[in-house]
């Protein structure tokens, strides 16, 4: 079992850069998850795919564009982020069903 | 809605001591309940969970933890902390969908 692996682990951008993260799952799930881990706060939950259809979005600023193209990987392109973007971006996926997701390892990012 | 509710944003046990994090939900159906850990610059690893079969749940690293519907309680055990122990929990409860709602998180410090 490869679980769910990020790329990159770390990241550094400027607020005026244009990046995005990646995330691939080898699990045959069908759900796949951003979250946003910011120091102090609660794990916020910013997307829902399911077989590759979004199907949540919480009030997520704009700057952040989520694109699915298959169930196995997820990606996040990031524009013109804000210092306060800066947090642990995890990925996560799941059969649908009982909820049970496992999750990557997050990227850092921090935008100055 | 649900939710969930963790007592105690930092506990600290002694090495060898009881080990115990609370966890009350709210839901209007039954739920699923998830303990995670999260080990420093590391993505969220499941402990163990509760899909409404035994109440008392077992988990990995002699973690356990025991579904009591009366009290809305989902508290986490474990008999004798370890120094590796140390990190952050969190309960989260599973909504329809897979989506997961998290806790605020328990720091857990283990003193030699």
């Known amino acids: 079992e490869t679980g769910v692996t990020q790329t990159p682990r770390h990241l550094v951008m400027g607020m005026t850069n244009k990046k995005s993260l990646k995330c691939e799952q080898h699990?045959?799930?069908?759900?796949m998850y951003w979250y946003k881990q910011s120091a102090k706060k609660p794990l916020e939950l910013m997307f829902v795919y399911n077989f590759k259809e979004q199907t949540e979005n919480n009030s997520v600023p704009s700057r952040f564009s989520p694109e699915c193209p298959n169930s196995s990987h997820l990606f996040l392109h990031l524009h013109t982020l804000q210092p306060e973007d800066s947090a642990l971006y995890l990925c996560a996926s799941s059969q649908d069903r009982n909820g049970e997701a496992f999750f990557g390892q997050g990227t850092r990012l921090t935008v100055v | 809605a649900q939710s969930v509710t963790q007592l105690g944003s930092h506990v600290s046990v002694s090495e060898g001591a009881l080990v115990l994090l609370r966890c009350n939900y709210s839901s209007s159906v039954p739920p699923y309940l998830f303990w995670y850990v999260q080990y420093p610059n590391q993505g969220l690893q499941l402990l163990l969970k509760y899909t409404s079969a035994a109440t008392l749940v077992k988990g990995i690293n002699g973690f356990e933890a025991e579904f009591k519907k009366s009290e809305t309680s989902f508290h986490l055990t474990k008999p004798s902390a370890h120094m590796s122990d140390a990190a952050e929990y969190f309960c989260?409860?599973?909504?329809?969908?897979?989506?997961?709602?998290f806790g605020q998180g328990t720091e857990l410090s283990v003193k030699p």
């Open positions: 989260a409860v599973s909504l329809q969908g897979g989506k997961l709602i």
């Open positions: 699990l045959g799930h069908n759900a």
